[in-house]
Nanobody
Framework: QVQLVESGGGLVQAGGSLRLSCAAS????????MGWFRQAPGKEREFVAA????????YYADSVKGRFTISRDNAKNTVYLQMNSLKPEDTAVYYC??????????????????WGQGTQVTVSS
């Protein structure tokens, strides 16, 4: 019922910035908290950031806190991930996802039932 499309990935040098976007369609966007996850080759998909339905609360993995910022524009049905001070270890496919479970636990992939196709972020040293 929800379709998500990420964009904005690419190749950047360490210390650079990228802004990822995730456009949603289908069910009412504001009904869902949203998250960003990433998966590097050979690694499990890991939590990056999440934002509540209204945008009033945000959550970050320790590895990105202070460097990444999640935001949303419900009028545009879009969630963003601003990534600054990028490091080679940030290299991964980044996915946005819509949270479908109740409650305030945002960190697990199983809390999200709708996923985008992913966008590649590569950070060179």
């Amino acid at each position: 019922q929800v379709q998500l499309v990420e964009s904005g990935g690419g190749l950047v040098q360490a210390g650079g910035s990228l802004r990822l976007s995730c456009a949603a369609s289908g069910r009412t966007f504001s009904s869902f908290a949203m998250g960003w996850f990433r998966q590097a080759p050979g690694k499990e998909r890991e939590f990056v950031a999440a934002i509540s339905r209204s945008g009033g609360s945000t959550y970050y993995a320790d590895s990105v806190k202070g460097r990444f910022t999640i935001s949303r524009d419900n009028a545009k049905n879009t969630v963003y991930l601003q990534m600054n001070s990028l490091k080679p270890e940030d290299t991964a496919v980044y996915y946005c996802a819509a949270k479908t479970t109740a409650g305030n636990y945002y960190y697990g992939t199983n809390q999200y039932n709708y996923w985008g196709q992913g966008t590649q972020v590569t950070v060179s040293s």
